[in-house]
């Protein structure tokens, strides 16, 4: 029956029950069950009841990361004051920080900061919550996660992007100028060798563009491979301003990739004809 109580505490948000379940000796689910629920109360009551949150459910998800889900400062608070773990992982990796990050909620992340949590901790995959907050253009929590020392060129594991990256390839230009002063390097390829600014192009971003030219990106870096340029890509996907971008800040229209290929070719083969590339 102890079972019983405990799930009906957590699901049918009841204080009465809650308080049942206690004295039969709620274990650690109906925690979590209750936050995974939104029930304050519950999670009240199991807590002050002192039911050990520290064990989470199936997946190793704590009540902690529901309420960061659920940006739920007052239960987070809750179970901060209890003894909840903030840099608690689930088998995936996934952290209270990393949902907040996720949700777009600067001040949950500022508490879970406080309480401890490493803003550096990856998924499985090596993401960030730095690079979840760069894909959203949450910039406040780009800077708060930044001014806790995130570290900007962190990778992910599979195509190596950095959180620059992400950001880039959301259009997320003033994310993009934050993490440059935070230290997010300008050179820096993924896997395949691309460059922020390669991102950039492709993406038809010339904001962005400027920004990493400002910063000292280089427009003529070529793809080791294939020996693509930043204009190459832009000219093959019909990205005229940031053609013009690249080409006003002395990108080479004469360069040839590994087939010989220049970027004229590229307007000719695989984009439209309004780019002109001043030759």
């Known amino acids: 029956m102890k079972t019983k109580a405990t799930i009906l505490a957590a699901l049918l948000g009841s204080t009465l029950c809650a308080g049942a379940a206690l004295a039969a000796g709620a274990n650690d689910l109906s925690l979590v069950a209750a936050a995974k629920q939104g029930d304050r109360a519950a999670v009240q009551s199991l807590v002050n009841g002192r039911a050990k949150h520290a064990v989470a459910g199936a997946e190793g998800t704590s009540a902690l990361v529901w309420a960061a889900t659920r940006n739920d400062l007052v239960m987070a608070d809750l179970l901060l004051r209890a003894g909840a773990n903030a840099k608690a992982a689930n088998e995936f990796g996934a952290t209270p920080l990393y949902a907040a990050a996720a949700h777009a909620?600067?001040?949950?992340?500022?508490?879970?900061?406080?309480?401890?949590?490493?803003?550096?901790?990856?998924?499985?995959?090596?993401?960030?919550?730095?690079?979840?907050?760069?894909?959203?253009?949450?910039?406040?929590?780009?800077?708060?996660?930044?001014?806790?020392?995130?570290?900007?060129?962190?990778?992910?594991?599979?195509?190596?992007?950095?959180?620059?990256?992400?950001?880039?390839?959301?259009?997320?230009?003033?994310?993009?100028?934050?993490?440059?002063?935070?230290?997010?390097?300008?050179?820096?390829?993924?896997?395949?060798?691309?460059?922020?600014?390669?991102?950039?192009?492709?993406?038809?971003?010339?904001?962005?563009?400027?920004?990493?030219?400002?910063?000292?990106?280089?427009?003529?870096?070529?793809?080791?491979?294939?020996?693509?340029?930043?204009?190459?890509?832009?000219?093959?996907?019909?990205?005229?301003?940031?053609?013009?971008?690249?080409?006003?800040?002395?990108?080479?229209?004469?360069?040839?990739?590994?087939?010989?290929?220049?970027?004229?070719?590229?307007?000719v083969r695989d984009s439209d004809y309004g780019i002109n590339l001043r030759a």
């Open 105 to 267: 909620d600067p001040a949950m992340i500022e508490k879970l900061l406080a309480a401890g949590a490493d803003p550096n901790t990856p998924l499985m995959s090596g993401e960030t919550a730095l690079m979840e907050a760069a894909r959203r253009g949450n910039l406040a929590d780009v800077r708060t996660l930044l001014a806790s020392h995130a570290n900007p060129n962190a990778r992910e594991s599979n195509g190596g992007q950095t959180a620059l990256m992400w950001a880039i390839s959301q259009r997320q230009s003033a994310v993009v100028e934050e993490l440059i002063k935070g230290g997010a390097d300008v050179h820096a390829g993924s896997k395949a060798g691309f460059t922020p600014l390669m991102f950039a192009a492709q993406q038809g971003d010339e904001t962005s563009a400027r920004i990493l030219l400002r910063a000292g990106a280089k427009p003529n870096d070529a793809q080791p491979k294939t020996g693509l340029t930043p204009l190459m890509i832009a000219s093959a996907m019909a990205q005229a301003k940031a053609v013009d971008v690249l080409l006003d800040n002395g990108a080479d229209p004469n360069l040839a990739d590994t087939n010989g290929y220049t970027s004229l070719h590229r307007v």
